[in-house]
């Protein structure tokens, strides 16, 4: 089983639409939560950290779920720059210190 | 700009080839990973440095690659023997951590791995 598993989509929504992924990981000693951004051919860049208590940065509101296991992202009032692929980090104490990655959801913000 | 540095961006050579790829970190940043990204994948783990030791390695890692980080700031990736299922995006990122707490990791541009 693969530590962090994503719907690989694609989700293709319209200008102003909101849109959640969720993503889901196999081990539950883990303590560290990211999301990042990734465009075409470029590198991945940090989205925004996921808290315990879930947390907001502008129209990203993310969640974390420890019974369940997964953690989502909420994107409201999409907007075309939102286009990319969004991947999900989990990290663990008792894996040492590797960062595990899904494959990455990709969103189409359409005009 | 004092973020992670890769170099080179892109790297074409021919099958049975050596490449080495360097990479940079954030100057106060005492841990540096390496990945491999392949299309339609996320960045899988290689291997892992805090300060110059190698921690971690992947079991996927063959005998031909290895990395070092000499004096616990830049770090450099060699490939042996390249073969054609090394083409990929190298990535580099390090990030702050002390014992098992983990701050955000910070990548670099990768360099891309054409092998002919």
């Known amino acids: 089983r693969k530590e962090v598993e994503q719907d690989p989509g694609p989700f293709n929504v319209p200008e102003g639409a909101t849109v959640a992924f969720n993503c889901t990981y196999s081990n539950s000693a883990s303590q560290s939560f990211f999301w990042y951004r990734q465009d075409c051919r470029k590198e991945p860049k940090l989205l925004m950290s996921?808290?315990?208590s879930g947390n907001e940065d502008g129209r990203f509101t993310a969640q974390l779920n420890r019974a369940s296991q997964y953690i989502s992202l909420l994107i409201r009032d999409s907007k075309l720059s939102d286009s990319a692929t969004y991947l999900c980090?989990?990290?663990?104490?008792?894996?040492?210190?590797?960062?595990?990655f899904g494959t990455g959801t990709s969103l189409t913000v359409i005009p | 700009d004092t973020g992670v540095s890769q170099n080179p961006r892109h790297k074409i050579t021919k099958r049975g080839q050596n490449v080495t790829f360097r990479c940079d970190p954030i100057?106060?940043?005492?841990?540096l990973y390496w990945y491999r990204q392949t299309l339609g994948q996320g960045p899988e783990f290689l291997t892992y440095f805090q300060n110059e030791a190698q921690l971690e390695k992947s079991r996927l890692l063959s005998d031909r690659f290895s990395a070092e980080r000499p004096k616990g700031s830049f770090s450099t990736l060699e490939i042996q023997r390249t073969e054609q299922g090394d083409s990929a995006m190298y990535l580099c990122?390090?990030?702050?951590?002390?014992?098992?707490?983990?701050?955000?990791?910070?990548f670099g541009d990768g360099t891309r791995l054409s092998i002919l």
């Open positions: 996921v808290y315990s």
């Open positions: 990122a390090s990030s702050l951590g002390v014992g098992g707490d983990n701050q955000p990791q910070h």
């Open positions: 980090v989990v990290n663990a104490r008792n894996t040492g210190n590797q960062f595990y």
């Open positions: 100057s106060e940043h005492n841990r």
